[in-house]
T-cell receptor
Framework: AQSVTQLGSHVSVSEGALVLLRCNYSSSVPPYLFWYVQYPNQGLQLLLKYTTGATLVKGINGFEAEFKKSETSFHLTKPSAHMSDAAEYFCAVRSLGGYQKVTFGIGTKLQVIP | ETGVTQSPTHLIKTRGQQVTLRCSSQSGHNTVSWYQQALGQGPQFIFQYYREEENGRGNFPPRFSGLQFPNYSSELNVNALELDDSALYLC?????????????FGNGTRLTVT
């Protein structure tokens, strides 16, 4: 079964500092990987996705992630944090065949300090 | 383009009761999935519907059931409610078989079981 592990349930950064949220996946074949963001009392919004092709993926709101097969990682980064980035971030993996079940990590809550 | 909409937004039920949650998928999407998100956790896959049939199920008991209608809208039914069923229930839609089609989520229904 495919799974993702998010390292760090809470991350705090200063406004303007680099954001790095870590995600490692477990899969016997190259997976489809996603990052979602969830603001309080809302559903999940897609930030970016990796399916095939370029390993550096750019998403919305200045976020990007790099797929590293050798490290089985898909870490999310943003060069400069904004207050509006405070939210919970979920890494997810989707199965390749059959039905399109998506498995989520436990989430990382990002706090941005002014 | 109409996004995923869910109703109601909040619901309070008593243990042992039954509940029905509703979801309208994003226009052009033919597949609906339901997820349960307990407080402080990532979303957990309940099941998925495609062509009005359940074609994938997570680790949830049979008292969780669903329907998909010809217009691709969906219902989640939970019988014999338990306190642990208190959670945010998220509906997501996508296009079956399309690699680049991620899940699009609604804002969820917050269910409280007392």
């Amino acid at each position: 079964a495919q799974s993702v592990t998010q390292l760090g349930s809470h991350v705090s950064v200063s406004e303007g500092a680099l954001v790095l949220l870590r995600c490692n996946y477990s899969s016997s074949v190259p997976p489809y990987l996603f990052w979602y963001v969830q603001y309080p009392n809302q559903g999940l919004q897609l930030l970016l996705k990796y399916t095939t092709g370029a390993t550096l993926v750019k998403g919305i709101n200045g976020f990007e992630a790099e797929f590293k097969k050798s490290e089985t990682s898909f870490h999310l980064t943003k060069p400069s944090a904004h207050m509006s980035d405070a939210a919970e971030y979920f890494c997810a993996v989707r199965s390749l065949g059959g039905y399109q079940k998506v498995t989520f990590g436990i989430g990382t809550k990002l706090q941005v300090i002014p | 383009e109409t996004g995923v909409t869910q109703s109601p937004t909040h619901l309070i039920k008593t243990r042992g009761q039954q509940v029905t949650l509703r979801c309208s998928s994003q226009s052009g999407h033919n597949t609906v999935s339901w997820y349960q998100q307990a407080l402080g956790q990532g979303p957990q896959f309940i099941f998925q519907y495609y062509r009005e049939e359940e074609n994938g199920r997570g680790n949830f008991p049979p008292r969780f059931s669903g329907l998909q209608f010809p217009n691709y809208s969906s219902e989640l039914n939970v019988n014999a409610l338990e306190l642990d069923d208190s959670a945010l229930y998220l509906c997501a839609s996508t296009i079956m078989g399309q690699v680049n089609s991620p899940l699009h989520f609604g804002n969820g229904t917050r269910l409280t079981v007392t």
